[in-house]
């Protein structure tokens, strides 16, 4: 594996690639500056009360371009739940697994950072 910092627009990500395949990890951007305080949770991070067990959480950072699925709507494993843009590109974010849409955590326009949860399913 080799590790890389990448930054883009000014957010600096620490990437590891392993070699022979085409799997990546994007780990949570690198501060340049320390911080003085603690940063608050982002909005996605709090499910919404009828939240479900099975987290729908974004690959990538950027902002919530359309919601796909409803709260209510049964959803098949890699169904597209929310679509990300991201770099001016449309990045599917979908089910991990068979279920219902229990929460919708995101709006359009939200900007969401990597790893945050935008939708939960029972």
Known sequence: MKNYTITVNGNVYNVTVEEGTTAGVVQAPVKAAPKAAPAAAPKAAAPAGGAGSI????????KVFKIEANVGTAVKKGDPVVIIEAMKMEIPVV??????????????GDSVEAGATLATLN
């Open 55 to 62: 987290k729908v959480a974004a690959g990538a950072a950027g």
């Open 95 to 108: 089910a991990p697994a068979d279920g219902t849409v229990a929460s919708i955590d995101v709006a359009v």
